[in-house]
């Protein structure tokens, strides 16, 4: 019998084209949303595979107060993972004491709390449903050039940061439960913008 593969629902960066109120202007809209459909290929490919996670795109913050979105979810199992996907200059990143750099050029935006904000409310917003675990939140971060990018130095507020090419080494690996379990799914569905 052939082991079953996850499934996909949303597309990435869909409330990006729509409204991208956060951006500080269109380029900057136009930087996430390539990072988010990088990453969007990536997963998908992994999902349709025998044995595949299940894969939400572009969901709702739970919590009405937050207008930012969460970029991706990954439910392997009972095991639920939250992945935020950026694009940024090639270089060095690293953190000390709660503040990131590129270099020697301190990086404010890489250490906002949004990935801790998000693991809480995703996890609240599970509770009522046996056996979650809402995994360390992972953020992926793409190079804008063809250069290398090093992240692993890096400290995202309650994530961990890898670059987009150690992700497609790590995720069968770290996503090898098979697919989603259906309950986890079918109530982070909810918050899916684009179904």
């Known amino acids: 019998m052939a082991e079953a593969s996850g499934k996909i629902h949303g597309a ?9 109120g956060w951006a500080h202007n269109r380029g900057a809209a136009a930087s996430g949303s390539t990072g988010e459909r990088r990453t969007e290929r990536l997963l998908n490919e992994l999902a349709v595979t025998p044995g595949g ?3 939400l795109h572009d969901l709702r913050f739970p919590r009405l107060d937050r207008k930012a979105n969460i970029d991706h979810v ?12 950026k694009l940024w200059r090639p270089g060095l990143y690293w953190s000390f004491g709660g503040r990131t750099r ?17 693991r809480r409310a995703i996890t609240a917003h599970l509770r009522q449903v046996d056996r979650a675990i809402v995994a360390e939140p992972i953020m992926v971060v793409w190079p804008s050039e063809n250069a290398a990018i090093h992240v692993g130095l890096m400290r995202p507020g309650g994530a961990r940061a890898i670059s987009g090419e150690r992700l497609a080494r790590v995720a ?4 090898g439960d098979g697919p989603g379990n259906e309950a986890i799914v079918e109530r982070l569905m909810r918050l899916v913008r684009a179904r």
């Open 172 to 175: 069968r690996r770290r996503f």
């Open 102 to 118: 590129r270099g020697l050029q301190p990086i404010p935006y890489a250490d906002r709390s949004t990935l801790a904000d998000a």
């Open 74 to 85: 990954v439910v392997s199992g009972d095991t639920v993972t939250i992945i935020d996907s």
């Open 53 to 55: 996670p299940t894969v």
């Open 12 to 20: 990435a960066a869909s409330s990006l084209d729509e409204s991208a």
